[in-house]
């Protein structure tokens, strides 16, 4: 029986930005798989190409050449539509922003991409009740974000990002704009959300944060410099330490 497909599964990608002397080379040729149940934190200087990765993992940007594969299928064949259900179905997303809307309720926030994606009124609030269960937000379901603290607010976007069944959760610094309690919550969540067997790629530029991923790619100049596994007592390690300087 052969092996499952790797969720992602990059090949030679790069991307250039202009043209001539202009040109821009923000990925020169990126090899990278991520298998299910993985958990990458991918890590990078200013300009070294990791936030143009995000965006091509998230399909919201196409690579200027190479392939990508999203849960076996190629993407680069796909056209807007089916781009724009394969980022409302197949991914989930947790921006440093939060981006909520302010006037609705963290249970509107969490149902949108439901709605977006057809889901009934019933089901929708089901799955979404559930979800922020999970990320411990079932008293606050009808909390406005200026009604929740930063930490809270990141919670309601991870259940919002996971309500679709996400083949792949993209988080881009999902803990820039919080303390170092609040960051510790929304860590141990998506630890624990991995420890279920979710599929899991983190931007950070935080050597505490990456430290909790089982995996750390580092990017320089547009290329791989470093992939490397992490055992389990590094990052129970990191993470006593990291609790020390949050409490």
Known sequence: MSAPAPVIDIRQVAKVYGRGDAA???????????????????MGSSGSGKSTLMNILGCLDTPSGGRYLLDGTDVGGLDEHQ?????NRRIGFVFQSFNLIPRTTALANVELPLAYAGVRARERRRRALAALALVGLGERTHHRPNELSGGQQQRVAVARALVTAPALLLADEPTGNL??????EVLDIIARLNATGR??????????VAERAKRVVRLVDGLVAEDRRQDGAR???????????GA
């Open 235 to 245: 990052r129970g390690t990191r993470r006593a330490a990291f609790r020390a300087v």
């Open 199 to 208: 599929t899991i790629v983190l931007i950070t530029h935080e050597d505490e």
């Open 24 to 42: 821009v080379h923000a990925l020169r040729g990126v090899d990278l798989a991520v298998d299910q149940g993985d958990f990458v934190a991918v």
């Open 179 to 184: 303390d170092s309690r609040s960051t510790e």
């Open 83 to 87: 781009l724009s259900l394969v980022r």
